[in-house]
């Protein structure tokens, strides 16, 4: 029986946050090792330039701390193939055969889109590949034939996005050769992880992130500077929960439910001082990150290694993605030489 494909993948704009770990990264190694996936992770340098096009250095940098960023949370490459975006020339062919597939009026409605057009501020001068980048992202996941699709709770207008190119293109060529992904979400509770200053969500853009390559002093530092509740002045103040980015936090990365409903209840009572709740949150996040960046900087001791490990990847990735592209060109009839 033929193992599921999955597929997932980052853009190399800056190193991952924490943010992406609880969102999609500890996810992608649990389906990895339950050995029922074929997994594809793709590093989306060709995504990353929608919006860095002129900025191409940075764009390289980032490539391998997305990498070793991987390899340091437990994506290992003897299990999953890892490759680079712009290394599968099947992927820009079907992204230009699904462009004809969507109106420009449906890809503005894309609320994902939409949203991240804001949060840009690009008004009229969104790029055109920005604006398109959902059609890319259905043939990154079409091309693989990928049925499942690990991402966080924001992306569902992507991977709805793709679903319809899929049907779309099979419809129009009267053809099964595509299949509609489903997406993977994180457990309940999980989806997004807010950034350290409250804003509802981890960005690098924003500033207010948690790096899985923080050190511990680092980490420390920003837990210190996080958002509680502002009305808890004194200690003896009672204090609430909800908004309050360390209990967030402790919902997520404390194995100890029970200790967490009794520090709440302390907290709202009152009695609690904030630094003392974050010095604990401390002890917890370095309970479970400093494995993590400890094996991040043995990568990092062999940089070549890790792009060998990228290039062998996208080799790999290659193989699979022309097998779907011949049957794409039989489907349209293009396939006219042979």
Request: aromatic content about 8%.
């Amino acid at each position: 029986m033929s193992k599921e494909i999955y597929l997932t993948g980052d853009r190399p704009t800056g190193k991952l946050h924490i943010g992406h770990y609880i969102g999609s990264l500890k996810n992608r190694v649990a389906m990895q090792n339950s050995g029922e996936y074929e997994p594809f992770v793709m590093i989306a340098d060709t995504q990353a330039f929608t919006d860095n096009a002129r900025n191409p250095e940075k764009i390289r940098q980032s490539l391998t701390e997305v990498a070793l960023d991987y390899l340091a949370v437990g994506i290992d490459p003897t299990k999953t193939t890892i490759f680079v975006q712009s290394q599968i020339k099947g992927l820009f062919e079907l992204t230009e055969y699904f462009m004809n597939l969507v109106s420009v009026a449906r890809l503005q409605r894309n609320p994902t889109v939409k949203a991240e057009i804001s949060q840009k501020g690009f008004g009229e001068g969104i790029p055109a590949g920005f604006l398109t980048y959902p059609v890319s992202q259905a043939a990154d996941i079409a091309i693989f034939r990928a049925t499942k699709v690990p991402v966080g709770d924001d992306q569902e207008p992507m991977l709805e996005q793709a679903r319809e190119l899929v049907r779309s293109f099979n419809n129009a060529y009267q053809s099964d050769v595509l299949v509609e992904p489903v997406g993977v979400f994180p457990p309940k509770g999980q989806g997004r992880l807010p950034g350290i200053d409250g804003n509802a969500k981890m960005s690098k853009s924003l500033g207010n992130g948690i790096y899985i390559s923080d050190d511990a002093d680092t980490l420390a530092k920003k837990v210190k500077a996080m958002y509680t509740d502002p009305l808890h002045i004194n200690i003896d103040d009672p204090g609430h929960v909800e908004g309050n980015v360390v209990f967030t936090y402790l919902d997520i990365f404390d194995p100890d439910k029970e200790r967490v409903a009794e520090l709440k209840a302390h907290y709202t009572a009152g009695g609690l001082g904030d630094m003392k709740l974050k010095k604990h949150l401390i002890d917890v996040m370095e309970a479970e990150m400093a494995p993590i960046r400890e094996r991040r900087a043995l990568f990092a001791q062999d940089i070549p290694a890790v792009l060998e490990m990228l290039k062998t990847g996208s080799e790999r990735a290659n193989v699979v993605a022309e097998a779907t592209m011949k049957d794409v060109r039989h489907a349209m009839g293009i396939d006219y030489f042979g």
